[in-house]
């Protein structure tokens, strides 16, 4: 094909060839790409490079910023959609709620236990985003070819709101306003002891030096912070809902979106939350931290929009025992 926008999808497992037009400036690949195939974004070609898929002459794309020039011919390989069970996935039956549809994005509920998307290639456990791609086939083109669809993460054993994004535009729109900080992800939590009414825990997390799948909250003035692995700045603040015997129900607010952040934090300021076996410990109370994305509020497209998911039974027994 010649170098023309196309705003059709293209077909995943397919090759596709453009010609770059005799007119056309030199510029970036990536750049040029995306303005070819509007419904993508650069970031969705940057992914393709990452994992050698885009060629300029036959060689290989190394470089998002690799420079086209006019008669150029760039190959595209679009790699084909993972295989997915639908009939295992409908047996399975996941207790995934949907709280709304647009025409560009989904917010669903995802239940503790199920995890976004596979961890790696050979895992075999079925996840939100294979039950999307059965329900919801339009996303298999939207975002990254591994995880479609997907603007940010809970872990496996956290319950609440996500936000799926139904196209390219939307996709765009929320990798943006995550960054910007721009949308209001509140928490409620059970942790241990009785933190101070109110307060911000201001550590940055990073991957623990000897244990591999769990994260570390520190002082970035602390000696130690030098050894810390991708050391990032995380913000959370917080506010005590209700003081019980032995722990409290704090309302969370992100200010930023680590991995672990709520976690990694409470544990490190002496309050791990209930049933944390990985910061803090296992709990006849519940099989599972007792963490659950609350609201999500932003806007889209100039309109506000803002959710609310209530707590789910196994925290709430919780509750109702005292």
Known sequence: MSAKKNTDLIPTGTTMTICVAPDEPIGRIDQFISQQFPLYSRSFFKRLIDKNC??????????????????????????????????????????ITMIYKHEHFLIVYKPAGL?????????????????????????????????????????KNTSGMLIISRTNHAHAIFTALFKEHAITKIYLALVKGHPDKTGTIDLAIGRHPVVKTKMIAINPTDPRAHSINKLRSACTHYEVISYFETYSLVKVTLITGRTHQIRAHFSAIGHPLIGDSVYGEASHLINRQALHAHVLSFVFDGTPFIFTSPLPADMQAIIDKN
């Open 54 to 95: 885009i060629f300029i002459n036959t060689i290989l794309v190394k470089k998002s910023g690799a420079l086209i020039k006019p008669h150029d011919t760039i190959t595209l390989l679009l790699p084909a959609s993972p295989s997915i069970d639908e009939h295992a996935i409908m047996q399975h039956n996941p207790d």
């Open 115 to 155: 995890t976004v998307h596979k961890p790696h290639a050979q895992s075999t456990e079925i996840t939100l985003v294979e039950w999307l791609l059965v329900h919801h086939q339009e996303i298999a083109h939207v975002g990254s070819i591994d995880r479609p669809g997907i603007v940010h993460r809970l872990d």
